[in-house]
């Protein structure tokens, strides 16, 4: 199989499909509760690609390179039977490892049915431990019990388990520590990300990053560590390890430290927009190729193909020469991070 790269060789790796655009939260980095009220119009079902045009999409892109897919919404959990897309997901010729990244409220029902499927991983967002903190954090949606739950019962599981925390400043940088001595030894790895300025609804500031080096300096405190190889080249995560072997923890630094020279990851929102940087402002509509009765696989695969190879996005490299940082960005939610 060649690997289809894009303007800069970034060879295409990774798709990460959004299956859901609302959520049971409303985290003010990503969803604020004063935007997302009750009369929000998010997308119909209808208007939601459907699992077996989510199945022919990824089938296409593993024929271009993907080996690895990541379920992300949204809150991916609210999509009915999202097991049943996993196994066909799994029977796709070429796809090594599917992962899931949620809020982990619902997760613990669905569990059994997503292992039986073939999950491979699963990523839960957890910004803080203390109670009240996390419940202001996700603007009064539910407290923390659910989510710990989930998170035990998955690291009781076959599932890889990462903890991600997004750390910004005068917020939740009290949570590093506790978070950190929460997982020693439970078999999770937990990474801390920068708040990054996906969108424009969150009020992005460079103010509020807590950069890399400043949650080091605070694991240091405390917790001897030492930095880790990557698991292979183009790894997200800059990766450590307490010295006492109990926690590896990682960093995802696209502000402070951007990873774009890497980048091989495309996005593909519930309504079928691709995607080919997180920083995008605008998506490619696979919609009318996916309803075109004439569009064979052949013919859909070389329009996502020409679509990879004109891509030259390299968003956080750049950001801070950017002047028109504030315009219009496609939202997390959407495209789910
Ligand atoms: N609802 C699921 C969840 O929260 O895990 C999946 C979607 S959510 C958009 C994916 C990840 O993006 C979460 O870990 C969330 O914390 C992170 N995220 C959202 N907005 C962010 C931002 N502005 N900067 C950094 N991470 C962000
Ligand atoms: Fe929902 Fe995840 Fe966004 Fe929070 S970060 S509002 S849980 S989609
Ligand atoms: Fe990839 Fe865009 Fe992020 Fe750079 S800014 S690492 S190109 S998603």
New binding site residues.
Partial sequence: MTRIKDRFDRPIQDLRI?VMDT?N?R?A??MPEDKFDDDYQFLRPDQRLSFSQITRLATQFAAMGVSKLRL?????LLRKKLHTLVTELKNIDGIQDIAI????VLLEKQLPNLIDAGLNRV???L?ALDDTLFQRLNGHKGSIKPVLKAIDAAINSSLQVKI???VQKNCNESQILPIIEHFRDSGAIVRF???????NI?D?HSDAVVTGQDILNIIDTKHPFSAVTPNYHGEVAKRYQLDDASLEFGLIT?VSQPFCGDCGRARLSADGQLYTCLFANQGHNLKPLLNDPHMNDHELTSQLTNIWQQRSDRYSEQRHKLTDRKKSKIE??V???
């Fill in positions: 959004s959520c939260y985290c980095y990503c992300t919404g949204g809150e991916p990244t949620t809020n982990g990523t839960i967002s910004d991600n925390c997004v990300i920068e708040f990054m300025d996906v969108g969150n992005w696209s997390m939610y495209i789910g991070g």
